[in-house]
């Protein structure tokens, strides 16, 4: 069960209330005429799909029904942060790693 | 290979049981195999034994990170039908169908399939429709599929509330008697006895760290047991097939969802059949235990954790008692998740890449327990000959973009 922090209500709700829409930052292409089947299929159906820091967009269904983004783990479900859509994530993949290896540091010293 | 039969049970009695011939070996890695599978669950080891008994390639690795048949093959409701709407599938679906039907013999492992009919039911007109379309469909492939009103649906399974009263009216469904359910372990441990009888290598706990590529051709995979050598490799890793394929520095059309499922405390038998609805999102049986044997959608997020949302298995609860109403005060046993690879069009990938050698059977998704003889069969084809098995060409990764997709949304959304 989440609890999720919508960033225009600005408040902690379940996660009934959201749906995920999937992959976050996946930009339209901006001249689909020009396009190959190549980009057009990854546009459309490749993804990152990745174990562990993930990107993704939601839409506040029964609440503001504002699409959003939310950075989560993908194995231990934790949510990292919620941002406004246009807003990059402060959390990323690499961030954790640096994260870590400075708190090990801290440890170690 | 010890043979199992009634002569051989009784034989064992007189010695207590205690002289059992272990199912399959535990080898050390060989150096170099002429084939290998990374993933031992159903699909990978239906693999490695059809390819030492259809092929003659008895060389072969299979790799698996944990348990023989731990991951989906342990976890799916374990509903075996082919009534898909698309040549394509049907055939993929139908082959494996009549590779069921004579698994246990093959194996000489019973598999417990069990032929009690599976029931998709049509709760609006437009549901009807689609399953007019989809029987007809079935039909004209030879896949035994018909459609039954309410009344025929009652006489099948006296529990059922088909009356006009229910909020979700049933009107109809289709109906294929040769579908059914197997025992999902069985046939797990089946296929890696077989193929380990003859001569396959059965890797639990290797663990394949990253891929071995020259010239984009590929000769190996590194694992946590050292360095093994390949030309061809089949990864059939269902959830975390786009893990592997990041290794090998490849992208899949692939997203990898929890899909749950739940079973309840043992009762009478009351359900002799599956019943199945996408409309109210929801499909039931009931095990040999006597539990009933539930499950639903996948949770929408992506996650690799084997467990989703409480929201989720409300949801399905609330499908399973609007059919049944009867099933309200039955108490859940034990819950739990798979990870489950869906593609878009909800049909797998069966598929060569970029990188020479190495192959994909993946995107199963939430319903590929059913085809586990049928996949294997025709993938180990693909990987005998190097070239895609008829049945398995049209299940490309190039699909994705050249917009050939088989959308099978309406046979596979809900129905498992």
Redesign the interface.
Same mark, same amino acid.
Do not use: A, I
């Given at each position: 069960?989440?609890y999720i922090h919508c960033p225009y209500c600005g408040e902690y709700r379940g =996660? =009934?209330e959201f749906?995920?829409k999937? =992959?976050a930052h996946i930009t339209r292409p901006a001249d689909p005429d020009g396009c190959s089947? =190549?980009e057009?299929?990854?546009y459309?159906?490749?993804?990152?799909?990745?174990?562990g820091v993930?990107h993704?967009l939601w839409v506040h269904t029964l609440g503001c029904r504002k699409f959003f983004n939310i950075t989560?783990h993908?194995?231990?479900?934790e949510i990292f942060e919620t941002y406004r859509m246009g807003e990059q994530p402060k959390v990323t993949e690499q961030s954790l790693a640096e994260a870590l290896n400075k708190t090990r540091k801290e440890e170690s010293v | 290979m010890q043979r199992y039969s009634g002569f051989g049970l009784v034989k064992h009695a007189l010695s207590h049981h205690e002289n059992w011939q272990r199912q399959w070996r535990n080898p050390t890695p060989k150096k170099r195999y002429d084939v290998i599978v990374v993933g031992g669950g159903g699909h990978g080891l239906a693999t490695a034994y059809y390819l030492a008994k259809n092929h003659g390639i008895t060389n072969v690795a299979v790799l698996e990170k944990g348990w023989l048949g731990g991951g989906n093959t342990a976890r799916n409701t374990t509903i075996v039908r082919s009534n898909y709407l698309w040549d394509e599938a049907a055939q993929l679906y139908d082959h494996s169908l009549d590779l069921w039907k004579g698994l246990s013999q093959d194996l000489n492992y019973n598999v417990m399939f069990s032929q009690r009919g599976v029931m998709n039911l049509g709760h609006t007109l437009q549901d009807m429709r689609d399953i007019q379309r989809r029987v007809h469909a079935n039909r004209l492939n030879g896949i035994d599929s018909e459609v039954i009103n309410a009344e025929q649906i009652k006489e099948i399974v006296p529990v059922i509330d088909t009356s006009k009263r229910a909020r979700y009216p049933i009107l109809g469904a289709s109906w294929q008697k040769s579908a059914g359910v197997a025992r999902h372990d069985a046939v797990a441990w089946g296929y890696a006895r077989a193929a380990d009888a003859l001569g396959v290598d059965i890797l639990q706990n290797t663990e394949v760290t990253g891929f071995k590529i020259r010239d984009g051709q590929v000769y190996g995979v590194q694992t946590n047991r050292g360095d093994i050598e390949s030309k061809t490799i089949g990864c059939v890793a269902a959830g975390n097939s786009g893990v592997l394929a990041k290794m090998a520095g490849l992208t899949l059309p692939l997203e990898s969802h929890p899909l749950q499922a739940l079973v309840s405390e043992p009762l009478k038998p009351v359900l002799d059949t599956v019943v199945m609805s996408n409309h109210v999102h929801g499909y039931i049986s009931q095990s040999d235990k006597g539990d009933l044997v539930i499950g639903a959608g996948i949770d929408g997020y992506l996650g690799y954790g084997q467990r989703g949302s409480y929201a989720t298995v409300e949801h399905t609860l609330q499908a399973i008692v609007e059919m049944f109403p009867s099933f309200s005060r039955v108490r859940m046993n034990r819950q739990w998740g798979g990870i489950v690879d869906t593609c878009a069009d909800a049909c797998p990938i069966l598929s060569k890449t970029q990188v020479k050698g190495l192959f994909f059977n993946c995107g199963w998704g939430t319903g590929g327990f059913k085809a586990t003889p049928g996949s294997g069969h025709v993938f180990a084809a693909s990987l005998a000959k190097g070239e895609m098995h008829p049945l398995a060409a049209p299940f490309s990764i190039d699909r994705f973009n050249t917009g050939a997709l088989v959308d099978e949304h309406g046979a596979a959304g809900v129905a498992h």
């Open positions: 069960m989440f =996660e =009934e749906s995920p999937g =992959e089947d =190549e057009w299929g990854s459309l159906f490749f993804r990152q799909n990745p174990r993930h993704e989560r993908t194995v231990s479900y | -």
